[in-house]
């Protein structure tokens, strides 16, 4: 069965660089959320998206953007980037909104060096 | 916010012994899932178990919705199953687009040959 992809796996960049994780749901899955993962910390909710548009929005800098295209795929932006935005970044999706199971990818681990 | 409270935070089982890791949650919840985080990083998919009682395998779990709290059991443990067994939860009275999981610390678990 299909998963959820993400893109890249592994991304160096140093401080004050920009970054872009991609993120490819579920086939027929309409909802997006992204989720932030320090060393040795649990995941932590960043924002969701419902058909594109966003739907919830966590501990979420200013520095990080992210958007839902119509073929669904997902984006988040990050900017300036900072020594503790390394961490890991899941993207999962669902099928519907509440109570819905969120399928998870397999994480971009970011360093910031 | 909801509050996700796992135990015990670290285990050490013998290969082929049973342990059962708990989950409390501090309100009524529309989602609760289970997850393997494993060494490399990823995060998979055990349960999706907002009440009753599922199996798949050496794996079971049971919540009790009513009562709040959420089981994890695991019998005959072999090495691969060490990691971080993570609990999250939705939610029951979120209000409209707001869906995110909210994890607990998680229970990390070292099987020994």
């Known amino acids: 069965a299909a998963g959820v992809i993400q893109s890249p796996r592994h991304l160096i960049k140093e401080k004050r660089e920009t970054a872009t994780l991609k993120c490819y749901p579920i086939?027929?899955?309409?909802?997006v959320y992204w989720y932030q993962q320090g060393p040795g910390q649990d995941p932590q909710f960043l924002i969701s998206?419902?058909?594109?548009?966003?739907?919830d929005k966590g501990s979420i800098p200013d520095r990080f953007s992210a958007q839902q295209f119509s073929d669904y795929h997902s984006e988040l932006n990050m900017s300036s980037l900072e020594l503790g935005d390394s961490a890991l970044y899941f993207c999962?999706?669902?099928?519907?909104?509440?109570?819905?199971?969120?399928?998870f990818g397999p994480g971009t681990r970011l360093t910031v060096t | 916010g909801i509050q996700v409270e796992q135990s015990p935070p670290d285990l050490i089982l013998q290969e082929g012994a049973n342990s059962t890791l708990r989950c409390n949650f501090s309100?009524?919840?529309?989602?609760l899932q289970w997850f393997h985080q494993n060494p490399w990083g990823q995060l998979i998919n055990l349960f999706y178990?907002?009440?009753g009682t599922k199996q798949n395998g050496r794996l079971s779990a049971t919540t009790v919705a009513t009562e709040r709290y959420s089981l994890l059991y695991i019998s005959s443990s072999q090495t691969t199953d060490s990691g971080v067994y993570f609990c999250?939860?939705?939610?029951?009275?979120?209000?409209?687009?707001?869906?995110?999981?909210?994890f607990g610390k998680g229970t990390k678990l070292s099987v020994i040959p």
């Open positions: 178990i907002p009440s």
């Open positions: 999962a999706s669902s099928s519907g909104t509440g109570g819905s199971e969120q399928y």
């Open positions: 999250a939860v939705e939610l029951g009275d979120s209000g409209a687009g707001s869906y995110q999981l909210t």
């Open positions: 998206f419902y058909e594109k548009m966003q739907s």
């Open positions: 309100d009524s919840v529309n989602n």
């Open positions: 086939p027929r899955h309409d909802t």
